[in-house]
């Protein structure tokens, strides 16, 4: 419990570097490019018109709106990725802020993960301007979002910060989790509907822990009902869990971490 207060005692020291990292952070994101921040929005965009091209004219998932419910599996997926993606990169190759600034480990990944839930937040727009394209009008069950936004970081800031240590010790996995997570992607119901998965095999889909996720962005979003109590409660425990063994495996490792990087 000891290790636990500090981490999070770290944390709250170093709040005000936090946020100028994640400021430095999105700033410096599209620095250079010609569209700049405009990418926040054309990234999503262009995965969801490669999507429906592929499932809707040539493997032919029949599903009326299906571009207005790919994006709504996208969008938090897109949080997703990030944040393991930059994540695992955040200690490894921003050792010498750790070596030479002395700043602790954890402030890294935590950076990356709030800059990627405040960049998820800016296309959080551009999500409801395209449902309100297709016609689809969400009601109140649009505020369950909040629920799922406070899940989906502590289970990512849980992720993070394994995928963070571990890739210290094992370099492999900077070449492993990117294939992971693409696995991961087709075995969640972002580019199909749950519904369209055989009984037999939706045990296997519901083992991993973002399908209850992005099955109730889904809900609230595009069918406009609230995400069963279930798939909240079975997030939020995967959430706790991958939070507490994400702490748990940071600090148990942490005095190692500065002489590895």
Same mark, same amino acid.
């Given at each position: 419990?000891?290790? +636990?207060?500090?981490?999070?005692?770290?944390?709250?020291?170093?709040?005000?570097?936090?946020?100028?990292?994640?400021?430095?952070?999105?700033?410096?994101?599209?620095?250079?490019?010609? +569209?700049?921040?405009?990418?926040?929005?054309?990234?999503?965009?262009?995965?969801?018109?490669?999507?429906?091209?592929?499932?809707?004219?040539?493997?032919?998932?029949?599903?009326?709106?299906? #571009?207005?419910?790919?994006?709504?599996?996208?969008?938090?997926?897109?949080?997703?990725?990030?944040?393991?993606?930059?994540?695992?990169?955040?200690?490894?190759?921003?050792?010498?802020?750790?070596?030479?600034?002395?700043?602790?480990?954890?402030?890294?990944?935590?950076?990356?993960?709030?800059?990627?839930?405040?960049?998820?937040?800016?296309?959080?727009?551009?999500?409801?301007?395209?449902?309100?394209?297709?016609?689809?009008? #969400?009601?109140?069950?649009?505020?369950?979002?909040?629920?799922?936004?406070?899940?989906?970081?502590?289970?990512?800031?849980?992720?993070?910060?394994?995928?963070?240590?571990?890739?210290?010790?094992?370099?492999?996995?900077?070449?492993?989790?990117?294939?992971?997570?693409?696995?991961?992607?087709?075995?969640?119901?972002?580019?199909?509907?749950?519904?369209?998965?055989?009984?037999?095999?939706?045990?296997?889909?519901?083992?991993?822990?973002?399908? #209850?996720?992005?099955?109730?962005y889904q809900n609230s979003l595009f069918f406009k009902n609230p995400p069963p109590l279930f798939y909240l409660l079975y997030s939020a425990?995967?959430?706790?869990?991958?939070?507490?063994?994400?702490?748990?495996?940071?600090?148990?490792?942490?005095?190692?971490?500065?002489?590895?990087?």
């Amino acid at each position: 419990m000891k290790k +636990f207060y500090y981490h999070f005692l770290d944390l709250y020291r170093h709040r005000f570097l936090i946020w100028q990292l994640v400021l430095r952070d999105i700033r410096a994101r599209y620095r250079g490019s010609f +569209f700049g921040f405009l990418w926040t929005f054309m990234n999503p965009l262009i995965q969801m018109l490669i999507y429906t091209l592929v499932f809707s004219f040539y493997m032919r998932i029949n599903m009326e709106k299906y #571009p207005a419910f790919l994006f709504c599996g996208l969008i938090p997926w897109t949080w997703v990725s990030s944040s393991v993606e930059r994540g695992m990169h955040s200690i490894v190759h921003s050792g010498s802020l750790v070596t030479k600034a002395m700043l602790p480990p954890h402030v890294l990944p935590t950076t990356m993960n709030l800059s990627n839930f405040v960049n998820f937040i800016f296309t959080l727009p551009l999500l409801i301007l395209f449902l309100l394209l297709f016609k689809v009008y #969400p009601g109140l069950t649009i505020f369950f979002i909040v629920i799922l936004f406070v899940i989906q970081f502590i289970m990512l800031q849980g992720v993070s910060l394994i995928v963070a240590t571990l890739t210290v010790y094992f370099r492999d996995l900077l070449h492993v989790i990117p294939n992971l997570l693409l696995f991961i992607f087709f075995g969640t119901p972002i580019i199909y509907p749950l519904s369209m998965v055989p009984e037999k095999f939706r045990i296997f889909v519901l083992l991993n822990p973002f399908t #209850p996720l992005i099955a109730s962005y889904q809900n609230s979003l595009f069918f406009k009902n609230p995400p069963p109590l279930f798939y909240l409660l079975y997030s939020a425990l995967w959430a706790i869990f991958l939070f507490i063994l994400g702490v748990y495996l940071f600090e148990k490792f942490r005095d190692e971490l500065p002489e590895l990087i």
